[in-house]
């Protein structure tokens, strides 16, 4: 029985492979926006000036957060203006440490970019605390996608060669090694061979509907060598 050859890509990009690609785009999409708040904070600190502005409003407000974005968190926020060669306002979110010290009118302390007074704050510090977790945030999501694609990729690629130059070689499923990973509440399973030299193996993670039953003959392409471990041909594709 022919089954469809599968490139290396897709090889990659199968079971896990999706969900660490997934990662790495996160981690890459969050890099930009980290990037241009260390960029922020350095212009502050390096071509920063400080002025007394004024607090033209307080008002508190409420947002999702917590993992099922169910739990309401409490935001506090400001708005006020200062004068940078021209009066301007603006408003933002502030903690509530410096919440609690700020009353409408009165006065509050603002840094500003001289370049770029559009560029200020009024936490201070807090911009490249913000940028801080951003680039932490980026960097778990990046390296584990970047990992796990590199693991996954190099196992496409030993496939890929078993396939086009490994040694067929005749097979019996022995059975079916079940994984913790589930999909539509059916745990995905390995299947396990003995091939004709009495060596053992296992596929790659499929449901088990999709897997031949113990006892059924398959085909897998063997290292001659014996360094790689063998692939079966309903994972790779025939020649």
Known sequence: MTTPRRSALSLTLTGTGWFHALFLTIGL????????????AWRLQMGG?????????LWQGTQSCG???LDICTTWNVAYGFD???W???QTSVSQDLYDTLREGGPIAVRYVLADPTI??????????????????????GVTGFWGLRVRARRAAQMVLLRDTGTPRRAEVTGLEATRTRVNGRALCHLVWRDETGAMGKSAPRRSDRLPPPGAEITVYADPA?????????DCGSR
Do not use: I
Request: aromatic share 14%; net charge positive.
């Open 29 to 40: 999409a969050v890099a930009a926006p980290a990037e241009v708040m260390f960029e922020r």
């Open 49 to 57: 000036a400080e002025v007394s502005g004024q607090v033209l409003r």
């Open 67 to 69: 993992r099922s974005n």
């Open 84 to 86: 940078a060669g021209g």
């Open 88 to 90: 301007r306002t603006t």
């Open 120 to 141: 200020n704050e009024v936490d201070f510090g807090w911009t490249f605390f913000g940028g801080m977790l951003l680039f932490l945030f980026a960097l778990a999501f």
């Open 226 to 234: 014996g360094r790689l471990p063998a692939v079966w041909k309903g």
